[in-house]
DNA sequence: ATTGGCACTCACCGGGTACGAGTGCCAGCC
DNA sequence: GGCTGGCACTCGTACCCGGTGAGTGCCAAT
């Protein structure tokens, strides 16, 4: 069947580009994978694929390269998966096992999964929103300001200092932290308004007014302006290849420390299945002539991922062996988190 | 006296190449600035200044360029001191203070760096050592797990999980915060273990294994281990123009993700004082084609400093504004943290 | 449908040349 | 003694130009 055989010679001009960087030519293709058909066939194969847009030519006298819509069809149809080696398995376990705390576990993800696939890595830190209470802390640091202190199963800790209207004395102080501990340890944040709403009522008359001034600052920290946030590690190994990128380097750094362009790259992930976005399919434009590989990583087997994570690189990129990576990666984190 | 002028002459290279990025010539040189003497004359005090190793030419038949030692003089001697405008000094005020907390300082006084000198903005958060306790907190996770969390004065939060040889209940380790807390809250980092050092045996007899484990946690955080951390900001600046690193740009931007490599560049700031290190006068070896401009910043008007800031950026960098920008934001961000 | 053949295109490479910025040196001048 | 104008020289850059070869598209034959 002819049009198998178009899509393994696609197949064959994805995997030789990636692997040369180069525009890769009926000739040499027709020989170094063994699709027994002469350079002629492949010729004619390539005109219908870039007639469909699946390739191009950079220039008259040139192979061809992939378009990016060649490269999705690469994904999705084309591309066998690709298992992580004995050693990369070994590093992604001993390398996220030493984590102390979740600022560790973090860094050292986004390291590893720069290090793992040579490309640029981004690590979401668990969204408070989908975190649950662990302990509030409420630390008087004089009689008109109070520390509120909050800290989440996932090892989030948020700070936040209040003015309060009137002084405080620390016995107050201390029931309301009682007060808040039991209503609120367990609690998702995502559910913590609902629980606030009716919380003044039920508490004891005298702590009404405190209750109220440090349940705002609480709900406004973790509601109204969650302080989503996002790391970033491996950009040298954009410029690896000078080439990847002809004159645009510059922007797609600048988008790389724009934390809201990377929240919005990781924030489209869904559970655990990894998401690929080439070339144009991204909706930011500087990073239109590069691929982003994410997915979401979840504490339970199931549910909300608490975070996202993924690697940013050029359009060239081997994908199988990316994808893999981040899979790995996303899974491992959220076991690591599971388990504190 | 010809000596005074050809320091001007070096003055002028160094300003000429600073703007233009191109090797400077004679003619040129006596044109645009009003030194009125011929261009033979130039020469002449350039074949001088060559001599002396102050300035190179890339290729015989091109003008002059400082070497590293040229750019020496002239931020030693040469340079007047250039005032920040009155737009930036307003930028430096309104951007730092809508901060909230640590995270957030932080992470805008890097930025802020990052767009003042249009370099790469480094800042390392407040050194734990060189912080107070501001109130350490114990949470029970399980009967043999806590967790224990510092906070400092200078806004940080540690944090580390304890596993416990014997189970636990509420009171104790109620008990336990308090006593730690009547006892270090106030103190230095710097002298805890000292303080710790007689503290288990003025302890309450059944708290003294606790504490002991718990002690040891927290020394090894701060103390031994302590967790110096550091972010950086506006890669992108580092290729505003390709040719400043001419092929190493890699190696640039992988010191720049080396924590350690980050902590030595900002280690040795004295003071508040701004230090300048020029090409070869880096001891990292990847950034010897780099300068570093670097400054401490300090709560107190005097004392040790609590951390450092600065930019790395290529020699020939505008040495008088950035300078100025290093030394106003790091006043400033010392001033925010001394309010808190 | 596949294949071998063939003419054609065009980027890349190497060599050769013209240009011009910049220098060093020297003799003359203040 | 220091400064200046003049002049020959160097050498990197830009440009041109023909040769080479990889790769293509098309066509006739199988």
Do not use: C
């Amino acid at each position: 069947m002819q049009e198998d055989r178009r899509f393994d010679v696609l197949r064959a001009i994805v995997e030789d580009f990636v692997a040369t960087q180069e525009p890769v030519g009926s000739k040499a293709l027709a020989q170094r994978h063994g699709l027994g058909v002469s350079p002629a066939t492949v010729r004619n194969d390539m005109a219908v694929l870039e007639e469909e847009g699946y390739i191009t030519q950079p220039h008259t006298s040139a192979g061809r390269i992939p378009t990016d819509r060649g490269y999705r069809v690469f994904v999705d149809r084309l591309a066998q998966a690709k298992p992580l080696s004995a050693a990369e398995r070994r590093a992604i376990t001993t390398f996220l096992e030493g984590a102390v705390d979740l600022d560790d576990v973090v860094h050292r993800s986004v390291r590893l999964l720069a290090t793992l696939t040579h490309q640029v890595a981004v690590v979401q830190y668990p969204s408070l929103t989908r975190s649950r209470v662990r302990h509030l802390e409420l630390v008087v640091l004089d009689a008109r300001r109070l520390l509120v202190v909050l800290i989440t199963d996932t090892g989030r800790v948020e700070q936040r200092t209040v003015e309060l209207p009137s002084a405080v004395d620390e016995e107050s102080v201390g029931e309301l932290r009682a007060f808040l501990n039991t209503r609120l340890a367990g609690l998702h944040l995502a559910d913590a308004s609902a629980a606030a709403a009716d919380m003044p009522d039920t508490a004891p008359q005298q702590l009404r007014p405190l209750l109220s001034v440090v349940l705002a600052t609480v709900l406004e920290t973790v509601v109204e302006q969650p302080d989503e946030r996002v790391i970033v590690a491996g950009a040298s190994n954009l410029m690896r290849n000078p080439a990847d990128f002809p004159t645009t380097i510059g922007p797609v750094l600048d988008a790389l420390e724009e934390q809201v362009v990377l929240l919005r790259l990781l924030g489209e992930v869904s559970s655990d299945a990894v998401t690929v976005r080439i070339g144009g399919e991204n909706d930011v434009a500087p990073l239109q002539t590069a691929s982003v590989v994410a997915a979401g990583y979840t504490a339970l087997a199931a549910g909300q991922p608490l975070g996202g994570l993924g690697v940013v690189g050029p359009t060239r990129m081997d994908y199988p062996g990316t994808i893999a990576a981040v899979r790995a990666v996303a899974r491992y984190v959220g076991q690591v988190l599971g388990e504190s």
